[in-house]
């Protein structure tokens, strides 16, 4: 991100809140196991198929996912599996923070 200018730096926070949103992360994680039409991950999801549909066309838009349709249905793959690295080097990072936390914690408790 070094020396990036303004415009490529949001671009950049865009696809980051494409990301920010739990269901549009539940779809991605479905989709780790293969492409799936609306319908399928609708029901898998536990909402409605116009709800994620929505959340697929802004995934579309920033190029976590494409589309291809076939008869009737439009059927939703990964864009660039690299996405998963992302999300993996983050939950890590979670993982870390709340093992650090979790350690502070125990430490106070044993005080009492």
Known sequence: MKQLPDDALAEVASYFQALAEPTRLQILNILRSGE???GELAQMC????????RHL?????HGLVERQSRGTSAYYRIADPSIFELCDL???NI???MEKTAER?????SLS
């Open 57 to 61: 066309a802004l995934m579309t838009q």
């Open 95 to 97: 993982a870390r923070q």
């Open 36 to 38: 799936r039409n609306v």
């Open 46 to 53: 536990g909402f409605t198929a116009a709800n994620v549909s």
């Open 105 to 109: 914690r125990a430490a106070f408790t």
């Open 90 to 92: 983050v939950c890590g």
